[in-house]
């Protein structure tokens, strides 16, 4: 071989050799693989750690229950209907709807499910009152007659759902309840029909379930006649709005006709385990005598406290004819 073919085999084997190290350069600043590479495989791609998926379960369903605590349903500002969860103690009841506020222990945590504007119907608010004072609130809607005398019954329908894996066996009745103003003793009133009794087989049910759709209806009239008239009270207390028990002190408590509070009384008949379980509102209706007055009682009540009805809540009020 002459010496200018062995200098140009010399040359090209240097230019390939520089070639190759580029490449290497090129590989180790981190350059994406070739488009026809398969991509790598981890555990985190392939499903993941089974206790990671778990915990964020875990935290989803936390948060799901705080948002249902908080979840109203229709605020008509006069009274409100909330979605809540309750708890049962073992072999007894709980008044959903007891309008003592909430953290008062009387509903198990769903006192304010069924929430009256008045008095007993709110415990103080955090911050106190708009105005300081809880007197204003007193003769707005709870015990307030002239406002009762105007509905002629409140339906609402309704589902419970169970929580932590509760059977729903456990829950043994359902009961409607009303209790009247303290002008004639705070009169209380259970229907004595368990709502549960339609899912029974020989009712051609198969049993109540969780999701299982019941309707509650507080009938006005019908309480007046046989809570009031057919006992010897007098029917024009009823009528009455909330009066100072003493009338020489402008700040007195004050006492009324009408109704104080209504809901529903559940029991579970379970003698060892509380019930947990949630109350879910699906429709409620209020029928009065006059659409206009029922109005004029809102918007006092907005003026007083703030509270205004939900979009949609006039929609849910119809007015019918007297009997």
């Known amino acids: 071989m002459n010496l200018s073919k062995r200098l140009l085999a010399i040359f090209a084997a240097m230019a390939m050799a520089l070639t190759l190290t580029l490449a290497a350069c090129n590989n180790d600043n981190g350059d994406e693989p070739p488009a026809q590479q398969d ?36 605020d008509f500002a006069v009274m409100a209907f909330n979605q809540r969860e309750f708890t049962i103690p073992a072999g007894m009841n709980i008044n959903i709807g007891g309008n003592n506020g909430p953290g008062s222990g009387e509903g198990g945590g769903a006192s304010d499910a069924i929430r009256i504007v008045g008095f007993q119907g709110y415990r103080e608010p955090d911050g106190g009152f708009p105005d300081g004072l809880d007197s204003t609130w007193q003769d707005l809607i709870s015990q307030n007659g002239e406002f009762w005398e105007n509905v002629e019954r409140i339906e609402a329908e309704f589902y419970f759902e169970g929580v932590g894996g509760i059977e729903s066996e456990a829950i043994s009745n359902v009961e409607v309840f009303m209790q009247g103003g ?142």
């Open 39 to 74: 991509p790598v495989v981890t555990d985190d791609t392939a499903g993941g750690d089974d206790n990671t998926n778990d915990e964020q379960n875990d935290n989803n369903d936390d948060n799901s229950e705080d948002d249902f605590v908080n979840e109203p349903f229709v």
């Open 182 to 323: 303290a002008l004639w003793s705070h009169d209380w009133w259970n229907t004595g029909d368990n709502l549960l009794k339609q899912f029974d087989e020989d009712n051609g049910g198969d049993g109540f379930h969780w999701g299982d759709r019941m309707t509650a209806v507080w009938d006005i009239p019908f309480y007046v006649e046989h809570r009031v008239e057919n006992v010897g009270r007098d029917r024009e207390l009823f009528s009455s709005p909330p009066v100072p028990k003493d009338p020489e002190d402008e700040e007195s408590d004050k006492e009324g006709g009408g109704i104080l509070k209504f809901g529903l009384q559940v029991k579970t008949d379970s003698p060892v385990n509380d019930i947990t379980a949630r109350i879910i509102w699906t429709d409620v209706t209020i029928y009065v005598y006059d659409l206009d007055l029922f109005n004029e009682f809102v918007a006092e009540v907005t003026a007083t406290t703030g509270i205004e009805m939900s979009p949609g809540a006039i929609d849910r009020v119809v007015q019918v004819d007297a009997q």
